[in-house]
């Protein structure tokens, strides 16, 4: 780090470095997964509230999406949940993702649950959000574009 002359190279890392070192989508999914149970129990110094919970799981199920492997099971229960909303209207007329994905926003918004239902809706909140298409869909991939230069 030291020059020919004795002064500290202070150079910006370069656009490859990641900032947090090598943490990867499964560590990643790992570390926030413990903060949700540490702060869900709020016994200690980590503690979540409702809207806390909500954005905690929702950056949660999105880490489990880029993950992959073990990490997709949110994602499964979340196709089901959106199948079974979309087919439980039967005849009754079209009930697209979308809609699902203002129906969760909705109950994020504008409920009180506890802190772990909260972060549990969060969790199956994101992968409907990328199914839903349009603006959810946006918020989305900025949030995975965001969260991979910020674990690489």
């Not at 979340?78 to 129906?103: K, P």
């Not at 549990?120 to 298409?133: K, Q, R």
């Amino acid at each position: 780090m030291y020059t020919a002359a004795g002064y500290v190279n202070l150079a910006a890392p370069s656009a490859g470095t990641q900032f947090l070192g090598s943490v990867g989508s499964g560590g990643a999914a790992l570390v926030v997964t413990v903060i949700l149970i540490l702060g869900i129990r709020g016994k200690g110094k980590i503690r979540l509230t409702h809207d806390s919970a909500v954005v905690t799981g929702f950056i949660a199920g999105q880490l489990y999406a880029m993950a992959g492997g073990v990490w997709t099971a949110p994602g499964s229960m979340s196709d089901g949940l959106a199948q079974a909303v979309q087919q439980g209207f039967g005849s009754g007329g079209n009930v697209g993702m979308g809609a699902v994905a203002l129906c969760m926003g909705a109950i994020a918004y504008g409920s009180r649950l506890k802190p772990g239902p909260a972060s549990v809706l969060g969790i199956l909140t994101a992968p409907i959000f990328a199914a839903a298409g349009g603006i959810f869909a946006i918020l989305t991939t900025v949030l995975s574009s965001g969260l991979n230069q910020l674990i690489g």
